[in-house]
């Protein structure tokens, strides 16, 4: 998928999600340093983790950064998230071993909101997941570079209790994971084993750094 040029956001399934954290960004300028400015754009450290409800278990995402964008006159945010890849293991059936390696792809830039008087953040990202490598009970699968997602998953996230415009603080939501396509004999396993809703998400941003 790398291929198609769109922005990746690997680590974990999930994520997403990272457009909360330059709401930072938008907080932090308001807040003095870059009032006079119409626009602020800052990068933060990034590491949190997934919980994937279907196959019960937690990956971590991560370190990363965020790049984020803050229109300082109207509260609105737009920003990109960097991580590696991740890579998530499980038992298919509660039997069979598996190990795969996950990415997000961006399909549009996240997009956001920043409340000027509290500083709370509300952000939605659009991801593509890929899967890159799949292992069954030891022995690696191959995958097609086409593997992934029908549909974007909707990220939707919002600032934590705790947070903070300065020292950075959680953000979190929930997303539904889309049915994949072009995984030749694997789609129907990945099927029956991955998508679905109640999929959660927490992210933790360092004190950022302004970059312009």
């Keep these: 998928m790398g291929s198609t040029g769109r922005p990746r956001l690997g680590r974990g399934l999930t994520l997403v999600t990272m457009a909360s954290l330059l709401a930072m960004a938008g907080s932090i300028a308001s807040a003095g340093a870059a009032s006079a400015a119409s626009k602020l754009t800052v990068r933060y450290k990034v590491a949190g ?3 994937l409800k279907k ?14 964008t ?10 990109s998230l960097a991580l590696p890849p991740a890579t998530v293991s499980f038992k298919q059936f509660g039997l069979v071993p598996v190990t795969a390696t996950t990415e997000f792809i961006e399909a549009t830039p996240t ?3 920043l409340n000027l008087n509290t500083g709370a953040v509300h952000t939605t990202s659009n991801i593509i997941l890929k899967v890159d490598s799949i292992s069954l009970a030891g022995v690696p699968t191959p995958v097609p570079s086409s593997c992934e997602s029908k549909t974007p998953a909707v990220v939707k996230l919002a600032s934590q209790k705790g947070f903070s415009v300065v020292k950075g603080g959680k953000v979190a939501g929930t997303y539904t994971i889309p049915k994949f396509a072009h995984c030749g004999l694997l789609t129907p396993l990945l099927n029956i084993t991955i998508p679905g809703d109640g999929n959660t998400i927490s992210l933790k941003l360092s004190k950022p750094k302004v970059v312009k």
């Design 49 to 51: 983790t997934t919980f």
């Design 111 to 113: 997009t956001g909101t």
């Design 70 to 79: 803050v229109n300082l006159s109207k509260g609105k945010i737009t920003a």
């Design 55 to 68: 196959i019960n278990t937690t990956a971590s995402l991560g370190p990363g950064t965020l790049t984020s």
